[in-house]
């Protein structure tokens, strides 16, 4: 039995509704599947890098087959959940769209043409938040041995996650995350036709794949 962790940041200690409705449904989909998904929260730490972190470490410590990130606010439909954890590729997640009425994702890539993963029909990106992104225990291992140890608050732990300031910018830690990874032979796929909820004032959701086919479209009329 694949043996997966989902983790979650929760810094207030509380849940959204539709997230709590999604893990439960989840785990019983897969534990139907021969999954066995163990949810870990990390709650009241204010450093988001700091509580990911411990989170990897958990991972890493249980010697999970994968981890699947979760944020606290979030809702996806529990078949995606295990369409990731089947992929065969190390790092896959799903975008997200930002909490802005401005449409906006958490995926980037250097040109506005995603390439294709022939085998599996995922698209390469550069950089994925962690808002629902699935990695290979192996993965995770290898980016962890890699990373700076520090200690907070007595807790060892490593700068897996980190927000530094390189050249005069500030970087996410998500952003971070996914550049070591690359760095260490992993690359980041995306699966495009999925939908994850992302919940505030309102539930901010859409179809990235149809955002970066009109974005292609406009950049090909301005071009001609």
């Not at 249980?62 to 065969?88: E, I, R, T």
């Not at 290979?136 to 996650?161: D, H, I």
């Amino acid at each position: 039995m694949q043996r997966a962790m989902l983790a979650t940041p929760a810094y207030d200690g509380r849940l959204d509704v539709a997230y709590t409705y999604s893990l439960l449904e989840t785990i019983k989909l897969c534990a139907a599947h021969g999954v066995a998904l163990h949810p870990v929260w990390w709650p009241g730490e204010a450093l988001i890098q700091h509580a990911r972190n411990m989170l990897v470490q958990i991972a890493v410590e249980s010697k999970v087959d994968a981890v699947l990130f979760a944020d606290s606010d979030q809702s996806w439909q529990p078949a995606d959940a295990l369409k990731l954890l089947a992929y065969p590729v190390h790092v896959v997640g799903a975008p997200v769209r930002k909490k802005s009425d401005d449409e906006s994702w958490n995926v980037r890539s250097l040109t506005p043409h995603f390439p294709v993963d022939e085998q599996t029909g995922l698209w390469k990106a550069n950089a994925i938040g962690t808002g629902f992104l699935r990695v290979s225990g192996e993965a995770l291992q290898t980016v962890w041995a890699r990373s700076k140890p520090y200690s907070k608050g007595g807790q060892q732990c490593r700068m897996v996650f980190d927000v530094p300031v390189i050249d005069g910018e500030l970087w996410g830690e998500d952003t971070i995350f996914c550049s070591k990874l690359a760095e260490c032979g992993y690359p980041i796929y995306v699966d495009p036709k999925m939908q994850v909820g992302h919940h505030g004032s309102k539930n901010y959701t859409g179809d990235f794949e149809a955002y970066v086919n009109s974005l292609q479209k406009a950049s090909l009329r301005v071009v001609g």
